[in-house]
């Protein structure tokens, strides 16, 4: 994201903090051997998954990813850069973007370190 920032390629900014956030979710799934090839049904189940108690994780990173309540998700701005007529994005709304991308895929991390901590206590390796 830094280099296509510095570049000036923010339509590509926003394609790389999509996919960054989108393959952290991914990798929970993978953790907890599920395979998904599809967006919505990979933030359908890691919702379900925070519904069920299975991970920890706020309401706050599902909104991020996808539209709640009319506000703009993470997949709407990649869309709208990637299939839309624009070829850039202001700097402050891309900056911000990047911010969140970045405070996304921390958060999946500590995610994906619980259940590193869980599977290490039962004597089990989830995958």
């Not at 929970?28 to 994780?57: D, H, P, W």
């Amino acid at each position: 994201m830094e280099y296509l920032y510095k570049g000036n390629k923010t339509d590509w900014v926003a394609s790389a903090a999509f996919y960054a956030m989108y393959h952290s979710l991914l990798a929970i799934l993978y953790k907890l051997g599920y395979e998904s090839r599809n967006q919505e049904c990979t933030i359908a189940l890691v919702e379900n998954l925070v519904n069920k108690k299975i991970i920890k994780l706020d309401e706050e990173y599902i909104g991020i990813i996808k539209n709640i309540q009319n506000k703009e998700g993470a997949r709407d701005i990649r869309e709208e850069m990637q299939y839309g007529s624009k070829t850039a994005m202001d700097a402050k709304r891309c900056s911000a973007f990047m911010e969140q991308a970045k405070k996304f895929v921390e958060k999946i991390k500590e995610v994906l370190i619980g259940l590193n901590k869980t599977s290490e206590n039962i004597g089990g390796n989830t995958k």
